[in-house]
């Protein structure tokens, strides 16, 4: 039972009864209700800014585990088209060319695989990053399809290699010094910082940084073109004629072991490292040719390394430093 509330009248002297009206009980009614309202309110942004509750921080780290695996698998497909992208250049640039076969056409290795209607089952899922999920198949899709081209592309060459060994016992094939742990590509083929300019040059050829003395192996069969001597330049140098519009150059020799006009073999030692002619440091500087034309050797070494060993070779030999 609520208590009577008095006040006290000047004009009768008296002690007069409280009315409360209905408006007055609504009113406070309400004005206690919006206090409720604006404090809860208030309550809740609070705790959502300062506190996660255990379902908003398994979300987040959810969110987190899904975008760090998504950046792994993203950079893997990176690395994974890289490597592609060799094979491709090697397909194209080497082998075809080798067995006289036109070059696979850009527009077939690219292998298109359609729109985003080809995962609309994925679409109608209703996912919240769809870009993101349709984005990775379509990379995954288009990278297998291409991965195919290029196995048919090999199947092909396997047929034409069975007529074909006297070439590919000629052709330049493996690294001209023992490289086993890989760390001798000193400087690779492109634009290089000249050891003595200063400035960046074209780079014809590679460098294999080994001490003086070390063996120089003919990277395939041939005859011996040229044995010079100079006190510039290439210093002394061999150049080996294999045939078929092939031919290499091995330069900066302090010896020879062969002489002009003699037939070579892959593998037999022609000479060994040196440091003559326009060289701050022992090494060898390897060339090829194809139909007069200075060609990127690193694509020349296939017989004596493995996938994964090439690789590395091709990453060694893409860095930007000072040639030799």
Sequence with gaps: MSKIKYYYDTETCKYERVRVSHWDVVLNISGFVVLVLVAGISLVIIFDTYFESPKAARLKKENEELTFYYDMLSKDMNRANKMLESLQERDNSVYRTIFEAEPIPLSVRNAGVGGVDRYQDLLENGLEREDIIVNTFQRID?????????????????????????????????????????????????????????????????????????????????????????????????????????????????????????????GQCIGYVGNTGTSTAPHLHYEVFKDNERVNPIYYFYQDITAEEYEVLVQLASIENQSL
């Design 142 to 266: 288009q990278l297998k399809r291409q991965l195919y081209i290029q196995t048919k592309s090999y199947d092909n060459l396997l047929e034409m290699a069975d007529n074909k060994s006297e070439i590919l016992a000629t052709i330049p094939a493996i690294q001209p010094v023992s490289n086993k742990e890989l760390r001798r590509l000193a400087s690779g083929f492109g634009m290089r910082v000249h050891p003595i300019y200063k400035v960046k040059m074209m780079h014809p050829g590679i460098d294999f940084s080994a001490p003086q003395g070390t063996p120089v192996y003919a990277t395939g069969g041939g005859k011996v073109k040229q044995v010079k001597s100079s006190f510039t330049g290439y210093g002394k140098q061999v150049i080996i004629d294999h045939g078929y519009g092939y031919q290499t150059r091995y330069a900066h020799l302090q010896d020879f072991n062969i002489k002009a006009g003699q037939n070579v073999e892959r």
